[in-house]
């Protein structure tokens, strides 16, 4: 995501690269094109203009010290900045009342039904919550059958009622069956059009009236860039919808709903999703996208994922079989799928510092592991726990099962024992060791 916009404000900042002060000529020079920039990733007009004035009277203000360079200045400003155009920080959502009722609006085909889902998802592994998702959406048959599909994925009840045409009766008795089961959040999904009208507005302003949600979330598309904004304001104008949710940000290069829907309707941007997956959703942090904006990564991001897939026993438990050279291929696979619950493997290799703009050609396919883990499930249990039983024979069957060649499985297994050695060697002590013995070395 925001490919293109990082790549156009790195051009802007080598602008005053090399120069020993701010001065107001290279500083409106590089305004400029940071505004061009902005801009062209589809920002609003007025956003974009109002960003940059803003961040031209602050250059042009300070006293730079001579410890900093105008160009670093102008990252830290511009930085900032972003930070604070989409938000200034996080903002989560109100989980009041019992049950409290989360009302998901937007048009047709902006995610609202996956969104729902993945939100039931959230609530329920990382709040504890017991969340019922509401098919409000009478009009596509499909809409109901998906978030069936989706909340048998998550476990989490779906309420319908078959034959109903009244949303607003199907999301007041949703209310009461989750009060008498227990749900502690309704999360109410509803119907969207290819483009605002009236009636729409009319029945979703109608299920608000009835069932007065704790929040009102507008789901949006990112893809669809101002046209989004623009979609946002009408819809704040009639709900006054309590935060924004930006789906499908992985498919956008140019990022300019995030930037501009904060400012146009003065509603913060609460959830961003990436991908079909129900695990690839997360709280929008306006200073960790302008990281990411900005080519600096999200390591902290990074870190909470991997938290999110940590289990303290079985990190003991593997830490012991590491230190006694016992990590098979068991443990291996299992590293693999915690990995992949991560989310988009491309996303996350972009939120290490420097890694994002390294890859940015690249195409890291999420069936990345695939090969890997087709070798692995071709061995039997025996080869799995022990690897040193692999014999030619044995290799070649494994091709033959995992359709790889036995190139792919002599490399993964040589792979495999160096990692193995590497993590020993880590684990017992044996860093130490590592650079005792190239301290010892003869330097030229």
């Given at each position: 995501m925001f490919e293109n916009l990082t790549d156009r404000l790195e051009r802007s900042f080598?602008?005053?690269?090399?120069?020993?002060?701010?001065?107001?000529i290279n500083v409106a020079e590089t305004v400029k094109d940071i505004r061009k920039a902005l801009i062209e990733a589809d920002v609003n007009y007025k956003v974009a203009k109002s960003f940059t004035d803003d961040i031209k009277r602050k250059a042009l203000g300070m006293n730079v010290l001579t410890a900093v360079k105008p160009g670093q200045l102008m990252v830290k400003l511009v930085h900032d900045e972003l930070a604070a155009l989409m938000g200034g920080k996080a903002e989560d959502i109100d989980l009041s009342g019992n049950p409290s009722v989360i009302l998901i609006a937007g048009l047709q085909g902006s995610?609202?039904?996956?969104?729902?889902?993945?939100?039931?998802?959230?609530?329920?592994?990382?709040?504890?919550?017991?969340p019922m998702l509401v098919a409000g959406d009478v009009?596509?048959?499909?809409?109901?059958?998906?978030?069936?599909?989706?909340?048998e994925q998550i476990n989490v009840p779906v309420f319908t009622i078959p034959d109903s045409k009244d949303p607003v009766s199907i999301a007041k008795d949703a209310i009461k069956?989750?009060?008498?089961?227990?749900?502690?959040?309704?999360?109410?999904?509803?119907?969207?059009?290819?483009?605002?009208?009236?009636?729409?507005?009319?029945?979703?302003?109608?299920?608000?009236?009835a069932v007065s949600p704790n929040e009102i979330l507008f789901v949006v598309d990112s893809m669809t860039g101002q046209d989004a904004v623009n979609t946002a304001k009408e819809f704040n104008d009639r709900l006054d919808f309590n935060g924004v949710v930006l789906t499908k940000l992985d498919g956008d290069t140019r990022g300019g709903a995030a930037l501009s829907i904060r400012a146009v309707v003065d509603k913060p941007i609460k959830f961003v999703s990436t991908g079909e997956k129900m695990e690839t959703l997360d709280v929008f942090h306006p200073d960790r996208m302008a990281d990411r904006i900005l080519g600096m990564g999200d390591?902290?991001?990074?870190?909470?994922?991997?938290?999110?897939?940590?289990d303290e026993e079985q990190a003991r438990k593997l830490h012991k079989k590491i230190v006694k050279n016992q990590f098979n291929f068991n443990d291996f696979l299992d590293q693999i799928a915690q990995i992949k619950k991560m989310g988009n493997l491309k996303d996350l290799a972009g939120m290490i510092p420097g890694v994002g703009k390294a890859l940015k050609n690249v195409d890291i396919d999420d069936d990345a592991f695939k090969s890997i883990e087709a070798i692995i499930k071709s061995m039997t249990?025996?080869?799995?726990?022990?690897?040193?039983?692999?014999?030619?024979?044995?290799?070649?069957?494994?091709?033959?099962?995992?359709?790889?060649?036995?190139v792919e499985v002599n490399r993964l297994l040589k792979q495999f024992e160096d990692m193995r050695k590497l993590m020993k060697m880590v684990s017992g002590g044996g860093a130490k060791k590592f650079g005792r013995m190239m301290n010892q070395m003869p330097r030229r």
């Open positions: 080598k602008i005053l690269k090399g120069e020993g002060k701010i001065t107001e995610g609202k039904t996956t969104f729902s889902a993945k939100l039931a998802n959230y609530l329920k592994s990382k709040k504890g919550k017991h009009y596509r048959p499909a809409a109901i059958e998906q978030l069936k599909v989706l909340g069956e989750a009060k008498k089961n227990g749900q502690d959040v309704v999360i109410i999904d509803t119907a969207g059009r290819l483009a605002i009208d009236e009636e729409m507005m009319k029945e979703v302003e109608s299920i608000k009236k390591i902290v991001s990074l870190v909470e994922k991997a938290q999110e897939q940590y249990p025996e080869e799995r726990e022990n690897p040193s039983l692999m014999n030619g024979s044995r290799r070649k069957r494994i091709a033959e099962g995992s359709g790889t060649s036995i």
